[in-house]
Nanobody, 122 residues
């Protein structure tokens, strides 16, 4: 069984910062691409940032220059450092990962975390 568990959400004032974490656990051989998505009330889920196993990154235009995604492959963990937060960043943030299971002959699966709420408000 494989789990992705997010942490780090909360309430922050505009202009503030938060750091989200997502840790994978269970029968994991390796994690390929990992990313963060978010879903605001009444809106569709959207990609925020993605990082490959080699560390290449890609960001949504709305967060470029403010958010930074990093990963620790030894810990099967990714992070999202969010700076200069705006009210429009308010959403539930979800971790996503392309996982090769252990043993590898079990194949790959797409995993999702349970989500962590980020609220940006004064």
């Amino acid at each position: 069984q494989v789990q992705l568990v997010e942490s780090g959400g909360g309430l922050v004032q505009p202009g503030g910062s938060l750091r989200l974490s997502c840790a994978g656990s269970g029968s994991i051989f390796k994690i390929n691409d990992m990313g963060w998505y978010r879903q605001a009330p009444g809106k569709q889920r959207e990609l925020v940032a993605v990082i490959t196993i080699r560390g290449s990154t890609n960001y949504a235009d709305s967060v470029k220059g403010r958010f930074t995604i990093t990963r620790d492959n030894a810990k099967n963990t990714i992070y999202l450092q969010m700076n200069s937060l705006k009210p429009e960043d308010t959403a539930v943030y979800y971790c996503n990962a392309d996982i090769t299971r252990d043993p590898p002959w079990l194949g790959r699966l797409e995993g999702w975390g349970q989500g962590t709420l980020v609220t940006v408000s004064s």
